[in-house]
């Protein structure tokens, strides 16, 4: 009887340190199941035993031993399947993570407000041109006006190449007109992005690289009435419905008559004070008339053509469409500045 109540203490001891046993090497678990399961194991040793055991105590023998076994089998899987799924961790990542997000990168404000242009003027039938940064004299000036010692010219500071100072890098997309005309026939409806240089010194206001959109619409009997309401119509689309446009007439040698155009922008702040110069209206862009000498230049007889130019800054647009205080801003490829730009565009 009492040899009956020690054994049933001694597997009591067994199951305790059966739950206590941690490992996580295999030899170490293969030690622990031979020490228990295996054939000279404690096990073996309890079943071995079973004989002996007073006759009223061999069910509670016989439950505390199947308890031994079966938690001393479970410790040996539940260890074997912790270190198996540790090492498919190494292998393959954490599995049951969820897939690695993926970053979505942000627009320039530059392109943002580029692509926006395009797309209002697409739906109005307007194809995209692009032509070459480094321009020659025939195409960035003089075909439009600016013949040699036109004083005009000395609106647009020119970075010329040093070689040959017939070219230049563009000092405005109005080169692509030229091209433009030259190389299709009317009727033509197209807009020109892209990146222009002026020697001007950088400041918040000015840069010597910035971008602009040209547009371009050749037809018959095509009028300033023409050119208004489609202006009108870009203003609304790109600032709201509510927008007010005014033609200012201005000087462009290529245009005739000229205009700039702006929109009313309110007199809401004072900052809206000192951008408008206390008149509520912000100038956005150059337009007019194409003079007929510039059709001809490009090969485009004026008795039977007409139509009308446009060039707006696209830096410009997207400081009022942004508030963006400072052009250099777009240059210097700060990730804060760039990450707060987000569209579909
Ligand atoms: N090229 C002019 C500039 O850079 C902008 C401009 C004005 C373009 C009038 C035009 C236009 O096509 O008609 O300042």
């Excluded at 000015?206 to 095509?222: A, M, P, R, T, W």
Aim: with cysteine; charged share 25%; aromatic share 12%.
């Amino acid at each position: 009887m009492q040899a009956t109540e020690n054994i049933l203490e001694k597997i009591e001891e067994f199951i305790k340190q059966v739950e206590a046993f941690k490992s996580t090497k295999l030899d170490e678990i293969e030690a622990f199941r031979i020490q228990f399961l295996g054939k000279k194991g404690h096990l073996a040793d309890l079943f071995a035993q079973f004989k002996n055991v007073d006759a009223s105590q061999k069910k509670i023998f016989g439950q505390k031993v199947n308890q031994l076994k079966n938690s001393a089998q479970d410790k040996v899987n539940e260890l074997k399947l912790a270190i198996e799924n540790s090492s498919s961790a190494t292998e393959y990542g954490d599995l049951t993570k969820s897939a690695t997000p993926f970053e979505v990168g942000s627009r320039h404000p530059i392109s943002l407000i580029k692509n926006e242009i395009i797309d209002i003027f697409s739906r109005i039938g307007y194809s995209v041109s692009e032509e070459r940064e480094i321009e020659d004299d025939w195409h960035n000036f003089t075909a439009l006006n600016l013949p040699e010692e036109h004083p005009a010219r000395d609106m647009q500071d020119t970075f010329f190449v040093q070689t040959n100072p017939d070219y230049m890098l563009r000092t405005h997309t109005s080169s692509v007109q030229v091209r433009y005309m030259e190389a299709n026939k009317p009727p033509i409806r197209t807009i020109s992005p892209g990146r222009v240089f002026r020697n001007e010194a950088i400041s918040s206001r000015s840069h010597c690289i910035f971008h602009q959109v040209e547009g371009l619409y050749i037809d018959k009997n095509v009028s300033f009435a023409d050119l208004k309401q489609t202006l009108l119509h870009f203003a609304k689309e790109m600032f709201g419905e509510e927008t007010k446009i005014r033609l200012r007439p201005s000087y462009f040698p290529f245009t005739e008559p000229s205009a700039e155009m702006d929109v009313y922008w309110g007199l809401n702040s004072e900052v809206d004070y000192r951008m408008t110069k206390g008149t509520g209206w912000l100038e956005i862009l150059g337009c007019g008339m194409v003079d007929p000498e510039v059709l001809e230049n490009c090969g485009i007889d004026p008795n039977e053509y007409s139509g009308f130019a446009f060039g707006m800054g696209i830096e410009r647009m997207a400081l009022l469409k942004y508030n963006i205080p400072d052009i250099r801003m777009y240059f210097e490829n700060d990730v804060r500045f760039l990450s707060q730009f987000q569209s579909a565009l």
